[in-house]
């Protein structure tokens, strides 16, 4: 079934083209087409396009099919082009001409939006709801081993001391960060592309208020040749924030590959969380943190690819967008896959807290004994001089008993305001409203 075919058939070779991976991605969409679906009915109705009586049979038919896509027992049938074509094939032999009415007023354009910003906004929240309890994990290792030292490294050079406090603390601030990325692209998705149709409207006298309202979503796409732009736009800035979490885990997973190996042995993990070689006994393998590493490498490729398919097309659809899909819908479950396998890791990694004692690690407190010696009177270039031929001579003695107090140091982590900045941007995602409408238009409440 299609729903703009006509009479005569299509070439089988034609379909298959540009169907492409439509119906296998569609089923991700399902639960949101219905919602989008039970939305528009409802405004149909309010303008008189549907009856009080037609409306309500297809609301409860709409939320019995919702059920067997929650049960997994909704399929795309063999023939059937997408889940828009499903959905009201399904109702329409169930229902009769009524399940032909609910396209009024739209488009496969502006309905397969509405899909994706309804898909894109849940998935988000998941991967916001995956983020705290990782972020939450590192604030607490920051603040168990605070006083842990460990060598800082620059031009992967041993450079000065650093701990553990500041190390775990380091990521969680840098998922603050890419929280903010991830409220942005929230914004940009949670705006109602509904009613714009094919990108230029309809001469029916739709109501997109009243559906932005019913699917709780923030505001109006209100241009409705913006609304189509949006497409690929809205991926693109989506992908983007994700890349920017894959970002700090990939690092992350970097870092912890390195403290893992025997030349550093900062940290280890439990036998049953590693791997081993086929011919080396010796072997533990961080395999999971190097997987991490190369599926993040791989996420922050995707706002590229999804601009390099969308970057020359003029205003208007265009069949390329459809490809966006193949890349973007899987990249959620990747994304929420690695954080929660990186929490689940961390919560079982085992600290060397005896690291900084190695006698090759002894320089980096080079900088902390002539900052002593100018806080003594010294001149800066002075202690410098004296402590860089003391180190020549092989008499300098390294300063074990640091005193950082500075905002953001060793001795100052400043983990509560971490933890509030963190708390600021979670309280402007409009979740609330989303599970409002979504328990009204499924007639839970």
Same mark, same amino acid.
Request: no cysteine; hydrophobic share 45%; glycine share 2%.
């Given at each position: 079934m299609k729903l703009w075919q006509k009479e005569g058939s299509i070439n089988t070779e034609i379909e298959r083209f540009t169907v492409g991976k439509d119906r296998e991605?569609?089923?991700?969409?399902?639960?949101?087409?219905? #919602?989008? #679906?039970?939305?528009?009915?409802?405004?149909?109705?309010s303008i008189d396009l549907l009856t009080k009586d037609e409306l309500e049979r297809l609301m409860e038919e709409l939320r019995l099919i919702y059920s067997e896509v929650e049960s997994g027992d909704f399929v795309i049938e063999d023939g059937v082009e997408d889940v828009h074509s499903q959905v009201e094939l399904m109702l329409t032999k169930r229902l009769g001409d009524v399940g032909k009415k609910i396209h009024s007023g739209r488009s496969r354009n502006d309905q397969v939006l509405v899909d994706l910003k309804l898909f894109t906004r849940t998935e988000l929240r998941e991967v916001v709801e995956l983020i705290v309890p990782l972020f939450e994990q590192l604030v607490t290792l920051s603040e168990q081993y605070k006083e842990v030292l460990i060598p800082g490294y620059t031009h992967y050079q041993v450079a000065m001391p650093s701990s553990f406090g500041l190390w775990f603390g380091?990521?969680?601030?840098?998922?603050?960060?890419?929280?903010?990325?991830?409220?942005?692209?929230?914004?940009? #998705?949670?705006k109602n592309p509904l009613g714009s149709a094919a990108g230029y409207g309809s001469s029916f006298p739709l109501n997109r208020t009243m559906t932005t309202e019913l699917l709780g979503f923030d505001d109006l796409n209100y241009n409705v040749v913006y609304a189509q732009m949006g497409r690929g736009k809205t991926e693109r800035s989506v992908a983007q924030a994700i890349s920017s979490v894959a970002a700090t885990l990939s690092k992350m997973a970097q870092d912890i590959c390195l403290y893992n190996s025997q030349n550093f042995s900062f940290v280890k993990f439990p036998d049953h969380l590693t791997t081993g070689s086929s011919i080396?006994?010796?072997?533990?393998?961080?395999?999971?943190?190097?997987l991490i590493r190369a599926k993040c490498n791989k996420m922050m490729a995707l706002p590229v690819e999804i601009s390099m398919i969308t970057n020359n097309l003029a205003s208007g659809y265009h069949r390329d967008l459809q490809i966006i899909k193949e890349s973007f819908l899987p990249v959620f479950e990747e994304i929420k896959s690695c954080l929660f396998i990186s929490k689940y890791m961390l919560e079982n990694?085992?600290?060397?807290?005896g690291v900084i004692r190695e006698e090759k690690y002894k320089y980096i407190f080079?900088?902390?004994?002539?900052?002593?010696l100018v806080l003594e009177g010294t001149s800066f270039r002075d202690a410098y001089k004296q402590v860089g031929l003391d180190i020549?001579?092989?008499?300098?003695?390294?300063?074990?008993?640091?005193?950082?107090?500075?905002e953001g140091s060793m001795g100052n982590l400043c983990n509560e305001q971490i933890k509030e900045l963190m708390q600021d941007v979670l309280e402007g995602f409009s979740f609330d409203k989303m599970d409002a409408a979504l328990a009204n238009l499924l007639g839970k409440v």
């Open positions: 991605l569609d089923l991700l969409l399902a639960k949101h087409d219905i #919602t989008g #679906t039970l939305a528009h009915i409802r405004m149909l109705q380091a990521y969680a601030e840098s998922l603050v960060d890419d929280m903010h990325s991830l409220l942005a692209a929230f914004k940009i #998705t949670n080396m006994p010796h072997k533990k393998n961080p395999d999971v943190f190097e990694i085992i600290i060397n807290d080079s900088v902390d004994v002539v900052n002593k020549e001579a092989g008499t300098f003695e390294p300063l074990y008993d640091l005193e950082h107090s500075h």
